[in-house]
């Protein structure tokens, strides 16, 4: 049995109620994640914070701080109450899903660490989901979003709105992530000749995406524009004070833009992915070589694409035509 640590304060007493020995596994664990399994540190992030209002519910529901062993010697009906207390509170579905990932994962360390066995997890039934489909953005609205005249009437320094131009432009333009496009350092910019950029996915897995000349103009007016020296292997993009920049200021450039422009809650900076995806889809692009720009580790999750554009076809068909409704429930 792992003997507790007391290197990392990611679940150190003050935050992480429970035993000692239960805030060194939850350390342990967390490491574990990161360095073996190499999820993203959102993920990680994600799990430790869920494990902590496991164990803060765990401290009222038992009637005192949980170690270890009074994890794995839980029963069913303890971990329906903790999700039922969650769904009261407002947690959607999915959050509750990734909740109880979460705890079976702990649990499966707890096991190995021989602190008992915990089948009171994997007893549980994870809540149903309702799968939507992804959400893409018009290509006319995602080109005006990459265009850095549309936020011309802003109170904002040019560079800034070009920068942030620049990021969109990524999104759409590559199918990038957010962190993908933020990712990126200096020296690989995609400028001049350069026709591609190389960035670290999911699980750290690198792979190459190919730039089109209007991307590469974002970026280089940007470049222009960029009051900050930018070393080599500094960030591409920097914040107003020449920092890193957060995902957050471009969260908020998209949802000004949404008001601008009139668009959904829906249009995300991760929806210009989605955007990025559907459109190549819908004018033949092959399912294989989307899954490789996206970075998608199953073909599975790259063909849900394929549901938003027949939805979409459907969509336009039963409005455009004045038989529509009839037609479609003759077949």
Do not use: N
């Not at 049995?1 to 350390?27: K, N």
């Not at 953005?137 to 979003?145: D, F, G, P």
């Not at 993009?237 to 471009?250: A, E, M, W, Y």
Request: glycine share 8%.
């Amino acid at each position: 049995m792992r003997q507790p640590t007391t290197q990392s304060p990611d679940a150190s007493p003050a935050i992480m109620p429970g035993t000692a020995d239960l805030v060194g596994e939850t350390r342990a664990w967390l490491e574990t994640l990161r360095s073996e399994r190499r999820l993203s540190p959102k993920t990680v992030e994600a799990y430790a914070r869920d494990l902590r209002q496991f164990a803060l519910f765990l401290t009222t529901h038992l009637g005192e701080a949980p170690g270890p062993a009074a994890v794995t010697g839980l029963k069913p009906l303890d971990i329906r109450a903790f999700l039922a207390a969650r769904r009261r509170d407002g947690i959607e579905s999915r959050s509750l899903m990734r909740q109880l990932a979460a705890l079976r994962s702990f649990a499966r360390h707890l096991e190995r660490e021989g602190h008992g066995v915990a089948s009171a997890f994997a007893a549980v039934r994870s809540p149903k989901v309702t799968k939507g489909l992804p959400k893409p953005i018009s290509s006319v609205s995602a080109r005006a979003m990459a265009d850095a005249d549309t936020r011309a009437g802003e109170a904002r320094e040019t560079w800034v709105l070009a920068r942030d131009a620049a990021v969109i432009a990524l999104l759409y333009g590559g199918g990038l992530r957010i962190a993908e496009a933020l990712g990126i350092v200096r020296q690989d910019a995609p400028t001049g000749d350069v026709d591609s950029v190389t960035v670290l996915g999911k699980g750290g897995k690198a792979r190459m995406v190919p730039i089109i000349p209007a991307v590469r103009r974002a970026v280089e007016t940007y470049l222009d524009l960029c009051p900050y020296p930018l070393p080599p292997t500094g960030p591409l993009f920097v914040g107003h004070k020449g920092g890193p920049l957060s995902p957050r200021i471009i969260q908020y450039a998209v949802a000004g833009l949404r008001g601008a422009l009139g668009l959904p809650e829906t249009a995300t900076p991760h929806a210009l992915r989605h955007s990025f995806a559907t459109h190549l889809l819908s004018r033949g692009g092959e399912l294989r070589a989307i899954q490789e720009l996206l970075g998608h580790a199953s073909l599975s999750t790259t063909q849900i694409y394929t549901k938003v554009d027949s939805a979409r076809l459907l969509a336009a068909y039963d409005s455009a035509h004045p038989r529509a409704r009839s037609e479609i429930r003759s077949l």
